[in-house]
């Protein structure tokens, strides 16, 4: 199960978030015979949305061992209830795939949970307030640490230091801004990991001054890991519980499974993510606490049906919302920045190629124009290097593309890994940080993707946003953040089908599930969804903010 040195930078697992009883073993995988006659279960009565194209929706679907059995008509599927089967009469309600959320930080999803919850946070007062109430059950000495704060939401003004330093003289603090590229500690913390007026800014980051040069708390993209690197350590036994509070949150939202990417950032070690493997996924998969699925010879190689090694992944940029993701032309207002380029790129070709030429599937975070123009170029310099193959490259975020830059996705087959709901956030800024002409013209292109031939995967980045297919969707197919009467860059839109698409079926051919997972097809795992609207026309029409049930292999996992 080794990976080259070279390519360990960051384990990609998939992740079934479910308990499910029925383990095949791995052989069967791919070629399934069902045995015995009759089904375990039948849901009746129902609007199935297959995600196959060769059967669209059906109103029935027979369940056996864990996989479906058959999708259609009731009076074809009939003849497999039995004696012991269980029928499920659904009146009608629509039941969809289960979700697959393609980039997820799981167990850091599953930590911030029972952490300072600053998303959401409208003005410094409140953010103030949210961190003096988690002092009052420390210890001093004990970190006090959470996330999830935008500071765009109050007018853009970056908390310091400062606002901290009173309410936490005796506790060392750490609150990781929402897109996780930026952090503000406070002074203890500061004086904890050595940092001062001296301290140089890391290759790939930066430490916020202010105009007499003394740090103000902020640490952006490589510079975090200056503060990582003193942060007290999470016990095994609280990320293993971050894992089954992770699935539980997943499962109530119908995700099914997950693209996990870890916890892996540019200049720490690929260590943590190779222990949270081990220490966690690995104790979960022994208690059946949560099964999971496994991948690595061409393509992966099989450690059970439920975990899956995808791969590896890199950084090449930072965030819009940090002004460290990479452009082609200078931030507004800051003539000097460009954004952060936060890997060397002969480095990260040399990595990439080698990965490639394992068989592994890589995976590169790219936010900014240059960025993904950079990693488009480096793609076509590995396929001239290893041939051309079913690689499945994926760019995570691709959220600013230069013009042309869609078409190219299609012609290597690359993936765009994004996630809807960042555009939430970013419609307000963009043009803040880069100019409306430029943000218009080169913000969260999923119809262009599409239009180019490019598969797109969606996600949700939890935690730095909350993991919610269905409201994902929806701005998929409206793209009007809160409070906005028109679309932002309504060319962009997606249909109801192209989106679902894109958290089902397109999600698992971009971690090389599809001949598993992401659609209602027989022979498939028994995934899938129930919501409470009870047409297609209704749920078209009006989308619920809510499932009603997820099954996980056939087997109720939530509620």
Known sequence: MALPAQSAALLAAAVAVAAAVFLLPPSSRLSWTP????????????????????????????????????????ESVKELKGRHTHELNLSGNVVLPGFIDSHVHFIDGGLQLARVPLRGVRSREDFISRV???????????????????????????????????I?????VWLSRMDGHMGIANSLAMKIAGIDRSTNDPIGGAIMRTAEGEPTGLLVDTAMVLMFDVIEKVSTHERREALLRASRHALMRGVTTVVDVGNYFPGVSAEKTWQDFSDVYEWAHSMQKMLIRDLIGKNGRSLSQWIHLGGVKAFLDGSLGSSSALFHEPYEGDPGNYGLQVTDMDS???????????GLQVAIHAIGDKANDMLLDMVDKVVDLNGVRDRRFRIEHAQHLAPGAANRFGKQGIIASVQPD????????????????????????????????????FGSDWPVSDINPLQAIQTA??????????????????SLDESLKAHTISAAYACFLDHAVGSL????????????????????GDLPAHVLATYVSGKLAYP
Do not use: C
Not at 168 to 172: E, L, T
Not at 348 to 358: A, F, G, I, Q, W
Not at 477 to 494: D, F, H, Q, T, Y
């Open 35 to 74: 045995r015995g006659r009759f089904a375990d279960m039948i849901l009746a009565n129902a609007t199935i949305y297959t995600a196959d194209a060769a059967r669209p929706f059906a109103g029935a679907m027979a369940v056996r061992a864990g996989r479906v059995l058959r999708v259609g008509a009731y």
């Open 132 to 166: 003096k109430e988690a002092t009052r059950d420390k210890h001093p000495g004990q970190w006090i640490l959470g996330g999830g704060w935008n500071n765009d939401v109050w007018e853009g003004d970056f908390p310091a230091a400062s606002w901290l330093d009173d």
């Open 422 to 457: 960042h555009l939430l956030d970013d419609a307000d800024s963009a043009a803040k940080k880069i100019g409306f002409d430029r943000a218009e013209r080169s913000s969260y292109k999923f119809r262009s993707l599409l239009a180019g031939g490019a598969q797109l995967a």
């Open 348 to 358: 990260l070709l040399n990595r990439t190629s080698e990965s490639d030429k394992s």
């Open 168 to 172: 936490s003289p005796d506790n060392p």
């Open 477 to 494: 197919i409206s793209r009007k953040p809160p409070g906005w009467e028109v679309p932002w860059i309504p060319a962009e839109r997606l």
């Open 521 to 540: 097809s027989e022979g498939k795992y028994a995934d899938f969804v129930v919501l409470p609207s009870t047409s297609w026309d209704d749920f078209a």
